[in-house]
Each structure stands twice: as structure tokens, then as C-alpha cells.
């Protein structure tokens, strides 16, 4: 009988490690001057040094050094006054040079922590990360095989590289054992990497784009029986690319391996591919221990040593945490919980505060840019931000708000703007979309809606204001949704003797 998570949770404790790695957004690579843009033609952002050509001497970025210590800093990790690179040595295709330059036994940043919250069902609970290691690395060359069903390399015909990504600034942070989680692991995980996600865009040293593979999540989990004292055999779930299949590669994780351990078998310490599809994970490759890597100094460059005026200059610039300024802005803006954990999760967060900076009501840029703006973008599949600029949200709520639009026309005049019509301003124009607030205008539309809803003009006379509701929709109505309603309920009441 194969075992669910809830039953496989009452018998086994999980530990979670979590390995990230995180591109950075320098403009040249680790060690050498070539550019990094994504997306450009395979194997045109390449040269001697990232290539691994005989005589070819790497020279360490500067850039890359600064944004791995401010990520350490963000970490509360200590900087090491010394570290240094080594060749770890493998023979994959992916680095032509058959060695990858990292940082093994001294890396930059170490001793550092992370506290993450998450909902459980003893209310809200912290639960603290602690952080191995931060360490610089070059990212590997990008396999493409193809001829096979799976665009693995089993069943393919052939296989193309693609050396553009080879020698890319990369970060790995590792976490040490996470204990203690129990059924909340695959929420712990999630949660870590997202915060983890909001630092690294907070420091602005990578764009933490998890579907382009800029920011991807090793999951390292094992189970033991409860209160065995003992750790499993661990299986490592390489390059897991959103929250959702974090969460769902660890559910996967535990279902598997107790499965397996229920019918006797044991757990093979191996790398393992996350299946979107299905949310299990099956074979990698058997894992490598250090040693199999045959890691030493590397020759060709000189240690880092971090002069400590610079460390603490680094300091200076570190921004708010995330979490602290979340905290603040839902104590300034007045959010309730589960509005504010709406923009974090959309996130629009930075959007809607910069809508505001504008001058724009919290409120309504929350609601403009969570409510009728995405879901545009939800049917186009695109982001909120790439179908219009904030300057011209905050245009528009500005407008409400001085009583020159409804938010009926609001809505017309953002739905010009999205199809390219212009500013709001243009489309206004354009459109004739300008609230009718002449009170002559709007007495004759009263008149003919007393007219037409006789019964109910005299139920309001006779003290029904509610009732008013009709006869303001019927105006509403017959000026195209242009009339400044609340001057037509003034004007209504006033008109009917109340």
C-alpha cells in the first residue's frame, strides 16, 4: 500500500537542506570581460578564458566579489578576511575546460542565518535557517539535447552546447540541516526561498528570475523514523525553478522515499529531476562526494582578501530587509494581512509603492494594480508592469480623486492606455471621456428618470433614500456613465424634496 504525505509525516521525520544558486547581474562574467546577456545567439558571448584555452589567465570580476559579500551581509553571515578559489574537477561537456572554478573549503561568507514565517496550524511560526556558506562560483555551459522525447539526454540523437553561460557570475548558498520542520517541510522550504528571493531583488545583484534559471533550488531531503535520532540517506533534486515545485519537489521527496523504505528498500544518495508534470522526481546521477571532485587552489588567481573599510562601507549601503519594510509599509498604508500578502505574492509590491510615491492613495493603487490592470495581464500572460508605466496609473487615480474621472471612465481611459492610444491625458481626449458635472446637463437626465421611475421617486419622497439608488443608475446610465455620481445624488435628493 503506497503511503499519502499526511500518513508518511506520522511515521517519518523529514530534514530539508536547500542548496540556491543565484546569477548575478554583472554585465561581464566572473573572469573575464565577456558580456552576459540572456538570450543572445548560442556561443556568441564567448573567449579564450571562458572557453578554458590553453594559455587564457582569468582575472577575478570586482563586481562580483562586492555583490557576493552585500549577500552575506543580508545574511548575517561573517566575511572571511581570506578566501580563495579551486578546480573542481568533473567531466561533463557543459564546462569545455573540464574543470569548474569555485570556492571549496574557504569560501567568502559563512556562519550566517535566515528567518522565515509560515502559517501552521498553531498560528504564525518562525522558523530560522541557518546558512553554511556563501560561496562564488562560474556557472557551467547549457546542454541541449535533442531527438528524444524528453529533451533529456537519454533517447536523444544528438546534443548542442551553448557556451554563453559558462563563466556567468554565480552564488550558491548553502543551508545547513534543517531540522525539526516535521509536516511543514515542503512550507519551509517554500518560504525560505522566497524570502531569500525578496533579499537577493532587494540588493538588486540579480534579477532572481526563476524561470530563466537565474535564481534555481537544489532540494536536499531525507527521512528517518520519528524520534530515531538518526539522519536518512539523502537525495538531492537538482534545479528546481519556481516556489510552487520547491514546495512540490519535498512532498514528492517524502512520498518516494518512505515508500520505498515501507517495501524494504533502501535510498540511493543520488541527483534527481523534478517532473513538472507529475511533481515526482526520478533519477539523476549517482552523487559525487568531494573527493570525487579532486578539488584544489586554484593556480592562476590570487586569494580574495576583502579590506575590512570595505566590508564596512558595504554595511552602509545594505537596504531595509524585506521583511522590515513590509511591516512598514502595512503600518503605514493601513493593509490588512491578507491584502498585504496579496501584492507579496503578485508581486507588486514595489510597483504599488512606487504608484504611491507619486502621490497616488495606497488604497487605489492596491486596488488598480491588483484588480482590473492584472487581470489584463493574467488573460495576456504578460506582467502587470509591461502593459502600463506607474506614472500613468498614478495619472489616473489622480484624476478620481480630483473628481475628473469615474471609475467607470477611469477604467476606459486605462484600457486606451493599455491598446496604445496614448497617456491618459490622450485618451481622454480622444474619447470624450470628461465627467458631465454641468448641473443643467445632469437635471434634465434627472427629470427623465423621475419621469420614467414615478412609483419609486415618490417612495424616496416619502423618505426612502435608498430607493435613490435606481434613479442615480438610471442617470448613470443616460450620460454613458459620465456624471460625477455623487453630484447627482446631491442634485436627486435635492430635486425630490429630501
Same mark, same amino acid.
Given at each position: 500500500?503506497?503511503?499519502?504525505?499526511?500518513?508518511?509525516? &506520522?511515521?517519518?521525520?523529514?530534514?530539508?537542506?536547500?542548496?540556491?544558486?543565484?546569477?548575478?547581474?554583472?554585465?561581464?562574467?566572473?573572469? @573575464?570581460? @565577456?558580456?552576459?546577456?540572456?538570450?543572445?545567439?548560442?556561443?556568441?558571448?564567448?573567449? %579564450?578564458?571562458?572557453?578554458?584555452?590553453?594559455?587564457?589567465?582569468?582575472?577575478?570580476?570586482?563586481?562580483?566579489?562586492?555583490?557576493?559579500?552585500?549577500?552575506?551581509?543580508?545574511?548575517?553571515?561573517?566575511?572571511? %578576511?581570506? #578566501?580563495?578559489?579551486?578546480?573542481?574537477?568533473?567531466?561533463?561537456?557543459?564546462?569545455?575546460?573540464?574543470?569548474?572554478?569555485?570556492?571549496?573549503?574557504?569560501?567568502?561568507?559563512?556562519?550566517?542565518?535566515?528567518?522565515?514565517?509560515?502559517?501552521?496550524?498553531?498560528?504564525?511560526?518562525?522558523?530560522?535557517?541557518?546558512?553554511?556558506?556563501?560561496?562564488?562560483?562560474?556557472?557551467?555551459?547549457?546542454?541541449?539535447?535533442?531527438?528524444?522525447?524528453?529533451?533529456?539526454?537519454?533517447?536523444?540523437?544528438?546534443?548542442?552546447?551553448?557556451?554563453?553561460?559558462? !563563466?556567468?557570475?554565480?552564488?550558491?548558498?548553502?543551508?545547513?540541516?534543517?531540522?525539526?520542520?516535521?509536516?511543514?517541510?515542503?512550507?519551509?522550504?517554500?518560504?525560505?526561498?522566497?524570502?531569500?528571493?525578496?533579499?537577493?531583488?532587494?540588493?538588486?545583484?540579480?534579477?532572481?528570475?526563476?524561470?530563466?534559471?537565474?535564481?534555481? @533550488?537544489?532540494?536536499?531531503?531525507?527521512?528517518?523514523?520519528?524520534?530515531?535520532?538518526?539522519?536518512?540517506?539523502?537525495?538531492?533534486?537538482?534545479?528546481?525553478?519556481?516556489?510552487?515545485?520547491?514546495?512540490?519537489?519535498?512532498?514528492?521527496?517524502?512520498?518516494?522515499?518512505?515508500?520505498?523504505?515501507?517495501?524494504?528498500?533502501?535510498?540511493?544518495?543520488?541527483?534527481?529531476?523534478?517532473? /513538472? &508534470?507529475?511533481?515526482?522526481?526520478?533519477? !539523476?546521477?549517482?552523487?559525487?562526494?568531494?573527493?570525487?571532485?579532486?578539488?584544489?587552489?586554484?593556480?592562476?588567481?590570487?586569494?580574495?582578501? %576583502?579590506?575590512?573599510?570595505?566590508? *564596512? /562601507?558595504?554595511?552602509?549601503?545594505?537596504?531595509?530587509?524585506? $521583511?522590515?519594510?513590509?511591516?512598514?509599509?502595512?503600518?503605514?498604508?493601513?493593509?490588512?494581512?491578507?491584502?498585504?500578502?496579496?501584492?507579496?505574492?503578485? *508581486?507588486?509590491?514595489?510597483?504599488?509603492? /512606487?504608484?504611491?510615491?507619486?502621490?497616488?492613495?495606497?488604497?487605489?493603487?492596491?486596488?488598480?494594480?491588483?484588480?482590473?490592470?492584472?487581470?489584463?495581464?493574467?488573460?495576456?500572460?504578460?506582467?502587470?508592469?509591461?502593459?502600463?508605466?506607474?506614472?500613468?496609473?498614478?495619472?489616473?487615480?489622480?484624476?478620481?480623486?480630483?473628481?475628473?474621472?469615474?471609475?467607470?471612465?477611469?477604467?476606459?481611459?486605462?484600457?486606451?492606455?493599455?491598446?496604445?492610444? !496614448? #497617456?491618459?491625458?490622450?485618451?481622454?481626449?480622444?474619447?470624450?471621456?470628461?465627467?458631465?458635472?454641468?448641473?443643467?446637463?445632469?437635471?434634465?437626465?434627472?427629470?427623465?428618470?423621475?419621469?420614467?421611475? $414615478?412609483?419609486?421617486?415618490?417612495?424616496?419622497? /416619502?423618505?426612502?433614500?435608498?430607493?435613490?439608488?435606481?434613479?442615480?443608475?438610471?442617470?448613470?446610465?443616460?450620460?454613458?456613465?459620465?456624471?460625477?455620481?455623487?453630484?447627482?445624488?446631491?442634485?436627486?435628493?435635492?430635486?425630490?424634496?429630501?
Amino acid at each position: 500500500m503506497s503511503l499519502n504525505y499526511d500518513q508518511v509525516i &506520522e511515521k517519518y521525520e523529514p530534514t530539508l537542506g536547500l542548496e540556491v544558486h543565484v546569477e548575478l547581474n554583472t554585465k561581464s562574467k566572473m573572469f @573575464c570581460s @565577456c558580456a552576459t546577456e540572456f538570450g543572445a545567439l548560442p556561443n556568441t558571448q564567448t573567449c %579564450p578564458v571562458c572557453l578554458g584555452l590553453p594559455g587564457a589567465l582569468p582575472v577575478v570580476n570586482k563586481r562580483a566579489i562586492e555583490s557576493t559579500i552585500l549577500i552575506g551581509l543580508a545574511l548575517n553571515c561573517s566575511i572571511a %578576511p581570506y #578566501s580563495r578559489f579551486a578546480r573542481k574537477n568533473y567531466f561533463y561537456p557543459d564546462m569545455p575546460k573540464n574543470f569548474q572554478t569555485s570556492q571549496y573549503d574557504e569560501p567568502i561568507c559563512v556562519n550566517g542565518y535566515l528567518d522565515v514565517q509560515i502559517q501552521t496550524d498553531e498560528g504564525d511560526k518562525t522558523f530560522r535557517i541557518e546558512i553554511e556558506r556563501v560561496h562564488m562560483e562560474e556557472d557551467t555551459g547549457k546542454s541541449l539535447h535533442v531527438g528524444g522525447s524528453t529533451g533529456r539526454i537519454h533517447g536523444a540523437e544528438y546534443s548542442l552546447l551553448d557556451y554563453n553561460r559558462a !563563466g556567468i557570475p554565480l552564488v550558491e548558498i548553502v543551508t545547513k540541516i534543517v531540522p525539526d520542520t516535521g509536516k511543514y517541510a515542503p512550507q519551509v522550504a517554500r518560504a525560505y526561498v522566497a524570502a531569500l528571493r525578496d533579499i537577493l531583488r532587494g540588493l538588486k545583484v540579480s534579477d532572481v528570475k526563476m524561470e530563466q534559471g537565474s535564481l534555481r @533550488c537544489d532540494v536536499n531531503l531525507s527521512l528517518a523514523q520519528v524520534n530515531s535520532g538518526k539522519l536518512g540517506t539523502r537525495s538531492e533534486t537538482k534545479n528546481v525553478n519556481s516556489l510552487r515545485s520547491v514546495e512540490r519537489a519535498v512532498i514528492g521527496e517524502v512520498i518516494r522515499q518512505a515508500n520505498r523504505l515501507e517495501d524494504g528498500e533502501r535510498i540511493i544518495q543520488e541527483t534527481r529531476h523534478f517532473l /513538472e &508534470e507529475s511533481g515526482q522526481t526520478r533519477p !539523476g546521477r549517482s552523487k559525487e562526494q568531494a573527493e570525487d571532485y579532486r578539488y584544489f587552489p586554484e593556480p592562476d588567481l590570487v586569494p580574495v582578501v %576583502p579590506d575590512a573599510k570595505w566590508i *564596512e /562601507e558595504l554595511k552602509k549601503i545594505l537596504p531595509e530587509k524585506p $521583511a522590515d519594510r513590509r511591516k512598514r509599509l502595512q503600518t503605514t498604508w493601513s493593509v490588512p494581512d491578507k491584502e498585504m500578502a496579496a501584492m507579496v505574492n503578485a *508581486e507588486l509590491l514595489d510597483t504599488v509603492e /512606487e504608484t504611491v510615491l507619486l502621490g497616488a492613495d495606497p488604497t487605489k493603487a492596491r486596488s488598480w494594480w491588483l484588480g482590473e490592470i492584472s487581470r489584463i495581464a493574467n488573460d495576456r500572460s504578460v506582467l502587470a508592469t509591461e502593459l502600463i508605466s506607474v506614472k500613468d496609473v498614478a495619472q489616473v487615480i489622480a484624476l478620481i480623486t480630483k473628481g475628473e474621472l469615474t471609475d467607470k471612465l477611469a477604467r476606459q481611459v486605462v484600457e486606451g492606455v493599455i491598446a496604445g492610444e !496614448g #497617456s491618459p491625458a490622450d485618451v481622454i481626449t480622444k474619447r470624450g471621456l470628461k465627467v458631465v458635472s454641468d448641473d443643467s446637463q445632469l437635471m434634465k437626465a434627472i427629470i427623465d428618470a423621475v419621469a420614467a421611475q $414615478a412609483e419609486t421617486a415618490q417612495r424616496v419622497r /416619502e423618505g426612502n433614500i435608498p430607493a435613490a439608488g435606481a434613479l442615480i443608475g438610471a442617470v448613470m446610465k443616460a450620460t454613458g456613465g459620465q456624471a460625477d455620481a455623487a453630484k447627482v445624488r446631491e442634485l436627486l435628493l435635492k430635486h425630490l424634496g429630501q
